[in-house]
């Protein structure tokens, strides 16, 4: 089956970091091109950043995150990564991880997420 298992969210204040860490596994991870999504409450789920199997040169980013949040990952661990830094309040969310191509048509379950709460 497919799962994927986000860790690494907590509480900070604002302008702190966080590292949040998605172990993937049932797919073919090392050609997958993953994505980070946020979710807030009573706001729908949406793309934050994600990275091709071409790693770092194939990366993008919602405007809103542009320069403060970084993605990469571990092939070799079937791992994705999330480094949040200069963290605002509006960043509060619950963070998932998913493949892009099955999560736009709902292939794929999603995980339970990880909480960032940003206080001010």
């Known amino acids: 089956q497919v799962q994927f298992v986000e860790s690494g969210g907590g509480l900070v204040q604002a302008g702190g970091s966080l590292r949040l860490s998605c172990s993937a596994s049932g797919i073919p991870f090392s050609v997958a091109t993953m994505g980070w999504y946020r979710q807030a409450p009573g706001k729908e789920r949406e793309l934050v950043a994600h990275?091709?199997?071409?790693?770092?040169?194939?990366?993008n980013y919602v405007d809103s995150v542009k320069g403060r949040f970084t993605i990469s990952r571990d092939n070799a661990k079937n791992t994705m990564y999330l480094q949040m830094n200069s963290l605002v309040p509006e960043d509060t969310a619950v963070y998932y991880c998913?493949?892009?191509?099955?999560?736009?048509?709902?292939?794929?379950?999603w995980g339970k997420g990880a909480l960032v709460t940003v206080s001010s």
């Open positions: 990275m091709s199997s071409a790693g770092s040169t194939s990366t």
């Open positions: 998913n493949r892009l191509g099955p999560a736009r048509r709902g292939m794929y379950s």
